[in-house]
């Protein structure tokens, strides 16, 4: 006989079934908003900028120089036994004169002559003044190198040498003739000389260009550092102007400025081959990015965030972290909670820089979908509270940049700045404006404009 089934049969089934539920219902109770995906547009940023740098050397420090290193006996020769049956000696008599002319450097070397000539049945003496003028045509190697090559281009006797004895001539042209000869050996060679130890051109180059690489400290304030991020580096011709050797050292690079702690030093590439550019006036426009790292963000965000309680009626909770990261363009703000609710809570707003406060806020700051849909369901009170207003407030404070204060250190840095002894730069920021802000996968981009005018003067040659 078949029995039929008590309906008590079902209640082992239905007692873990209804467990079951408690346990899902449970478990959903416990469950977090899902983490807002992290993505981020790609952009290519353009930033290139190109620095005019005007160098100026005054004629009078490299007459100086050339002066003393230049001066007392200038040549000898001390026997007849040569083919020219004379004795000279050759001191300077007055200053080097220097001129610039294109590519020739052209020099004016004032000479007192002691003369002896051997005129057979006795010696003459005399004394006499003469001015050569020598040349210098200079090139710079693909590698930036100097090379010269100094001539002698003329002469003109200042007083030509005179002897007592009656009826007795020297050959004051042979004599002019022989120390061109002699002072294209000596003389032309001592100038090469100089200008090769003076102007180390290359070396200088491959310091400047090394240097460009290291990041430099422009405030100390915002924890902002200048990376040049150098392309290309080339040079104008010599000119001169109102007593002064000009030339304009023009650098193309990719500038940024980083908020945090000091970024390494990018990889240093080969000094570019020399190239002649055409001269540009003093005036730079950079165009350069700082960028704010989510580190660093996230680390003000943290000073200003962590602990703060928030309450509604007898429930509270405390803030234990905050990760910021981006989505598109738009910001994603991670806060981790405890308390009444333990769990992370994402808010999402767009940064948007505000020219007429010089600052980045977050706009419009909300609630994920899946966030704003969870709390309604779990953690509600929440969504009443303080909490999304104190976020938005302190998220602004840490994205403060204010570019006025930044100006200031900028133009502090250029007012009279020492790259190597006897060389300074002197330079005047007279505008930084915002051109552009987005979000990568690093962290805050802004896109700045600045505007102004360097100059490098170098007073004191090596």
Not at 345 to 373: C, H, M, Q
Request: aromatic share 8%; with cysteine; net charge neutral.
């Amino acid at each position: 006989m078949n029995s039929i089934s008590s309906p008590f049969h079902l209640l082992p089934v239905c007692a873990c079934a209804f467990a079951l539920i408690v346990l899902a219902s449970g478990c959903k109770t416990a469950q977090q908003p899902a983490r807002a995906m992290e993505s981020y547009e790609t952009r290519q940023e353009d930033n290139t900028s190109k620095i005019s740098i005007p160098v100026k050397i005054t004629v009078a420090d490299l007459e100086l120089e050339v002066n003393r290193r230049l001066s007392g006996l200038i040549y000898e020769d001390k026997t007849f036994d040569d083919g020219d049956d004379l004795k000279i000696k050759a001191t300077k008599r007055d200053r080097i004169n220097i001129v610039i002319d294109s590519q020739l450097v052209k020099y004016r070397v004032p000479l007192s002559l002691q003369i002896q000539y051997n005129a057979g049945f006795t010696t003459l003496e005399a004394t006499g003044d003469i001015a050569l003028h020598f040349k210098t045509q200079y090139t710079i190697n693909p590698d930036w190198s100097l090379q010269t090559i100094t001539s002698v281009e003329g002469y003109d006797w200042l007083q030509k040498p005179r002897v007592k004895m009656v009826g007795m001539n020297l050959p004051v042209g042979f004599i002019a003739d022989m120390l061109m000869k002699n002072g294209k050996k000596t003389i032309a060679k001592a100038i090469d000389d100089q200008v090769g130890e003076q102007l180390q051109l290359e070396s200088i180059m491959k310091d400047a260009w090394r240097n460009m690489f290291n990041p430099v400290l422009i405030s100390p304030e915002y924890k902002a550092w200048l990376l040049v991020n150098p392309q290309r580096i080339s040079m104008a011709p010599l000119k001169m102007q109102n007593n002064e050797i000009t030339t304009t050292i023009v650098v193309e690079s990719k500038p940024t400025v980083r908020i945090g702690e000091k970024p390494a030093t990018p990889s240093l590439s080969s000094l570019p081959d020399f190239k002649y550019t055409p001269a540009d006036n003093e005036e730079f426009v950079v165009n350069l990015t700082a960028e704010i790292s989510y580190r660093e963000a996230e680390q003000m965000a943290k000073k200003q965030l962590m602990g703060e309680t928030f309450s509604q009626g007898k429930r509270s909770v405390k803030v234990e972290d905050v990760q910021l990261y981006g989505q598109g363009n738009q910001l994603i703000v991670n806060t981790r909670l405890s308390g009444a609710y333990n769990g992370s809570i994402y808010l999402t707003g767009k940064p948007v820089f505000y020219a007429d406060r010089n600052k980045i806020d977050v706009e419009d700051l909300k609630f994920t979908l899946d966030t704003e849909s969870f709390l309604h369901r779990s953690a509600g009170w929440l969504l009443q509270s303080t909490f999304k207003r104190k976020i938005q407030e302190n998220l602004d404070f840490l994205l403060d940049l204010n570019l006025k204060d930044l100006q200031t250190q900028l133009q502090q840095q250029l007012a009279d700045y020492q790259i190597a002894p006897g060389i300074r730069m002197k330079g005047q920021l007279s505008q930084l404006q915002l051109q552009n802000a987005f979000l990568t996968a690093d962290g805050f981009n802004v896109q700045l404009g600045l505007k102004g005018k360097l100059n490098v003067w170098i007073s004191q040659l090596n």
